[in-house]
């Protein structure tokens, strides 16, 4: 299950990379700055699996909760990597 969970993060960066990298239109400023935001919200991605979960309720709800935040930081941070890599490869060719 874990693999194919990991397989899946990496198709999904991917594909949000190969966007990231066909939309490059921009200005170089313009590009480095969704560069910085992208990383941004990777690292409060990143920030998030160790400050979550510690002093969660036992309840139906904070276990909705848990899954729903896990689900969208699971999709988000795929997002934001493949915009990351996707971009820098833009500014470096172009």
């Known amino acids: ?12 960066a991917a594909a949000v990379g190969w966007g990231a990298w066909f939309v ?14 992208a990383a941004i919200i990777l690292a409060g991605c990143a920030t998030s699996f160790w400050m979550y979960g ?9 276990v909705v909760g848990y899954f729903l935040l896990w689900g969208s930081v ?4 795929g997002a934001c ?10 500014l470096l060719l172009g």
């Not at 299950?1 to 999904?12: E, K, P, S």
């Not at 510690?54 to 904070?62: E, I, M, P």
């Open 54 to 62: 510690d002093h969660l309720d036992k309840t139906l709800g904070a």
């Open 81 to 90: 990597a493949g915009v990351v890599v996707g971009t820098l490869i833009a």
């Open 1 to 12: 299950m874990a693999v194919r969970l990991i397989i899946g993060w990496v198709l999904l």
């Open 24 to 37: 490059a239109r921009a200005s170089r400023q313009a590009l480095w700055l969704r560069v910085a935001i």
């Open 74 to 77: 699971f999709v988000l941070s």
